[in-house]
């Protein structure tokens, strides 16, 4: 039986990225689709609370089931898991590719890894992919194979319990890619700026613009290999207890009411 | 000196969470708040992207210093860093205290914690506190040594680099609050469902409804803590690698392309 394949994004269902992800996995299961309206980059692990959720099927993709959702990349899944595909359990879900990098610290803003780590925490096997490319209409050609191996790979091994891959890819230079690489994250961060301006009636309002900051020197990181044009993968708990600081707390803090 | 502090939250500046956290803090040094305009419960670690953020001053808190945002959590500490602040850095950013838990997996839709990671990966030490109480007008009363104690230490002895500390509080029982425990985050999920219902043009709509499932059975976490009228504390990492996981892959998965 053809495994079942559950597609999502944050960059909204009409982008190219999800195109790319439905064409490819369409080789290797049957896919159903479940994705936001509109762009939701940035979300972060963001949730709907308070309103209700809208959910329409599309046409988008031909013969593919497809649903709009207007809310967050992790309703999208949860919606998937509970509502659309009922007791029908996908053998993976795959999220992306996003049009932009989630390499190192940007995996906690990304709302295409939250949709992958909302899968792994009910259970499923699951991977965001990204590309390092923020061109208004990027080349998706070169990443192809490596993203039909990473799903043909999860779907014949699973992938270790607890986590989701993290999957970015270089964008496309004049020589191939030259493999892929396992990594922790890079110990990088972005660096913000705001620009004040002032609108039409004279009130205040601020861009946020950001650099991106890589202190990390050793080899074994994302940035690393993704700067040396190999594939990244990065599997990301999400259980997020610093177990080393536990005794370091323990042995400093004084944990009575004086 | 008096040290300088920095509050927030996701529940929106006028709640009764922050002006509690900010009469506390006041005790204890100099207070700088910057919050969302807003209520921003389960945005995650959602940042504002291709929207400039308003940032206006408020005297809500009277003497204290006060700004608005239209962001979102972390949108709030990253305007404070590099805007408000300028060349001042907090000695400690708090946030909350948030109406309704962040213990276990609730952590990855905070935006209370959120606020709390994204000034700790600006290095700075950084507290969220959370009362699982979800009445209208809960009741913190109970609550006001603890987090008066665990800032002071904060201050005293630092948060271990590269963790913000996720604090939960039972809510108020008629016995008082039995002392702190440092936990590991709890193996927990929540199960959605989703409702359908029928807007008045007959188009669907669907309600999000959650059931907390605890499927851990040890001692150590967060949520024994607080079911046994503990105060729970988890210092959550922003490194998401599952470094065990890499091994598993190594051995299992081949990364060559066919």
């Known amino acids: 039986m053809k495994p079942l394949i559950l597609v999502s994004n944050d960059d909204g269902i009409t982008s190219k990225g999800i195109r790319t992800l439905v064409e490819i996995m369409k080789e290797l299961g049957e896919v159903v689709v479940v994705a936001p309206d509109s762009p939701q980059s940035g979300m972060g692990h963001a949730i709907t609370i308070g309103y209700p959720l809208r959910l329409d099927e599309s046409d988008i993709f031909g013969e593919v089931k497809a649903y709009q959702c207007s809310g967050t990349p992790a309703d999208c899944v949860k919606l998937a898991k509970h509502y659309v595909l009922r007791n029908r359990v996908p053998d ?4 992306g590719i996003n049009h932009g990098s989630n390499s190192s610290i940007s995996v906690l803003y990304s709302g295409t890894m939250s ?9 499923l096997p699951a991977i965001g992919f990204s590309l390092c490319d923020y061109q ?86 994302d940035e690393w290999a993704l700067d040396h044009n190999y594939v990244s993968i990065v599997p990301c708990a999400y259980d997020l207890t610093a177990h080393h600081a536990l005794s370091i707390l323990s042995s400093d803090w004084n944990l009575q009411l004086p």
């Open 136 to 221: 208004s209409n990027p080349e998706f050609s070169h990443v192809r194979d490596y993203v039909k191996h990473i799903a043909q790979e999860a779907l014949r091994h699973g992938i270790p319990r607890g986590t989701a891959l993290n999957v970015n890819f270089p964008e496309k230079k004049s020589e191939p890619i030259k493999g892929i690489r396992l990594c922790r994250q890079a110990n990088a961060r972005w660096q913000e700026s705001f620009e004040e301006r002032k609108d039409p009636n004279g009130r205040s309002y601020y861009w946020m613009n950001g650099i991106f900051i890589n202190e990390d020197k050793s080899e074994n990181n």
């Open 92 to 95: 993976l879900v795959v999220s």
């Open 115 to 123: 949709a992958a780590i909302e899968a792994a925490l009910e259970g």
